[in-house]
């Protein structure tokens, strides 16, 4: 499966570049892009191991992460006028394909989910390596004015990025690392 999933992110990787070389959105690049993180997402649900808290906490929160990032870079398609519009949609689209990459396959390769602690820890860096440049890029470049949703969406972000500190403040005191 991982060989699969890895393959099913490059192949992400080059529908959304095609997307823009070609400077429009190519609804058949957009249907294999949802179709691919479909995939993705089920299985990732297949490889998680971890227990109901750390499934909708940490499972859920990243999969919703990933998914309301990509909406507010469609939104931000939509509704923005900016000159720097293709730029900033660029890095929004580069960092959600990183996320989505350094979240699935450590999360398969590694079986990051069997350990709190370790799940805690790939949740920290995600978010240190991701949303902290994709919430500097949306405050930078004035994105969030755009749509209520995008500055939704930042509240969003934030809170999950306080979710993996607070997690790792928590093993570091003392709660269960081992899952089983």
Not at 31 to 38: A, G, M, R
Not at 89 to 104: A, G, K, N
Not at 107 to 134: C, E, G, Q, W
Not at 147 to 163: P, W
Request: charged content about 10%; some cysteine; hydrophobic content about 60%.
């Amino acid at each position: 499966m991982v060989p699969f999933a890895f393959v099913i992110i490059v192949d992400n990787w080059i529908h959304i570049f095609v997307i823009f070389a070609l400077k429009d959105y190519v609804i058949y690049s957009i249907l294999f892009v949802i179709c691919h993180w479909i995939s993705l997402f089920w299985i990732n649900w297949l490889y998680f191991e971890g227990d109901l808290v750390n499934l909708i906490f940490n499972f859920g929160g990243e999969w919703v992460d990933i998914f309301s990032q990509a909406a507010t870079t469609i939104v931000y398609n939509i509704y923005s006028t900016s000159d720097d519009k293709q730029t900033v949609l660029i890095m929004y689209w580069v960092f959600i394909l990183i996320q989505l990459s350094f979240w699935t396959l450590p999360l398969m390769a590694l079986r990051t989910s069997r350990n709190n602690i370790v799940m805690a820890k790939h949740i920290l860096y995600l978010d240190i390596f991701t949303d902290i440049p994709l919430v500097m890029i949306t405050l930078i470049s004035g994105a969030w004015k755009v749509q209520l949703y995008i500055l939704i969406d930042l509240f969003v972000k934030l809170a999950l990025m306080a979710r993996g500190v607070t997690l790792n403040g928590c093993y570091y005191i003392g709660l269960p690392a081992k899952v089983k």
